[in-house]
């Protein structure tokens, strides 16, 4: 209201589908007490809709389906991103294999050659993690740890693989950009498959070295929960403690999902602390706001009592 009382207001959200719940319930609780102040929301995200949107009245709501890009565009958007000089043929088939989706085209664009001889993997999925398997296995590991942190940094990968220039072929290679020693992925997908890849082990293994080199609370507890491979109530406590950290700051739908994790990680002879990890988890997701998931966690409690 604030800002919005000095001049028209925007606010814009990219990859809706990827918002925590604990902000999407803070600004679904501000949109709803809004009145005639001249604020307009702009989203964008997959096919799913979201619990953001109900926060409007649908009178209120435009919807603009986004589809495939055609011919002519997407050739300009290949002009721009590719370093290479396609012939037109090669532009016509990779259009047609990637039925317009500006992504994939760009994935298609990397290899021409398998392109003109009809040896490309069928998805996107398989064509993202060849391109990914084709990279050193160190830079493989780097781009696990730089996938698997919320804030990834140069100094963060390599104090975990002890190796400076590890990132650097996936850097040549178009997959990362290094930024001030900030890593960020190009695109979504090359993180969740990098992420996805590599084996179970390895992900645990590249997330307590994680839990041991970062310093907040909360992300050390999730990590310290993604490397277990079973009970432990050290991880169990930490989770906990992180809980209430995260029901302090006002998030409460992330003081819920940590609270579930601390009792799923509760070893059996602990049942005393699994419940009441359990109950904290319904009253957190009660605070959220999601009171379906609440009374399952409660009625849980109480049934185990």
Known sequence: RALAARSPLLV????LQWLD?????ALGFALRR????????LLSRRTEASDLEQALPPERILRVTVGALGFEELNAVLRERVDATLSRPLLRRIHELSAGNPFFALELAQSPERVEAGTLPPTLDALVGERLAALPE???LALLAAAAASHPTEALVVGILGAADALAP???AGIVELNHGEVSFTHPLLA?????????????EVHRHLAEAVRDPEERARHLAAAAAGPDEEVAAAL????????GR???????????DAARLTPADREEARLRRLADAGYFHFAAGDGRRASEQLEEAVDSL
């Not at 906990?240 to 029901?247: I, N, T």
């Open 12 to 15: 814009a959200i990219d990859d």
């Open 21 to 25: 719940r604990s902000s999407a319930t």
């Open 34 to 41: 809004l009145r005639d102040e001249p604020v307009a929301l």
């Open 138 to 140: 160190e830079t493989q």
């Open 170 to 172: 996936a850097e040549r």
């Open 192 to 204: 969740s498959g990098a992420y996805a890849a590599a084996d179970p082990a390895r992900r645990r």
């Open 240 to 247: 906990e403690r992180a809980a209430g950290s995260a029901r």
């Open 250 to 260: 006002g998030a409460p739908a992330a003081a819920a999902e940590l609270s579930e």
